[in-house]
């Protein structure tokens, strides 16, 4: 069993950045590929960015690409998600979420992820 806890949200005004952390506990880490989404108020939760378990795929929705980088420190067993030039629909929910050996060919299937955190929320302010 996977605990995902997520952290580093807040409240940030438009064009800020914040670096979202997800610390990984009671598996191996290094196995999991790690995917960050977001729900937003009245939205379905969607797919922001993921890296596969090697760490050598990266993958990101076209909303936050050029924006945001994913990364990984296996040794500390966290994730990361950093996101600059922060805009108002960039606010939402974020999740941290992992899939055993996921392969990254779909990143976007919520339902291939085993594990799920319970959130930070994000706010940007215009």
């Known amino acids: 069993q996977v605990q995902l806890v997520e952290s580093g949200g807040g409240l940030v005004q438009t064009g800020d950045s914040l670096r979202l952390s997800c610390a990984a506990s009671g598996g191996t880490f290094s196995t999991y590929s790690m995917g960050w989404f977001r729900q937003a108020p009245g939205k379905e939760r969607e797919f922001v960015a993921l890296?596969?378990?090697?760490?050598?795929?990266?993958h990101y929705a076209d909303s936050v690409k050029g924006r945001a980088t994913i990364s990984r420190d296996n040794a500390k067993n966290m994730v990361y998600l950093q996101v600059n030039m922060l805009k108002p629909e960039d606010t939402a929910v974020y999740y941290c979420a992992a899939e055993r050996y996921g392969s990254g060919s779909r990143p976007e299937r919520r339902e291939d992820y085993e594990y799920w955190g319970q959130g930070t929320q994000v706010t940007v302010s215009s």
């Open positions: 890296i596969t378990w090697g760490g050598g795929f990266r």
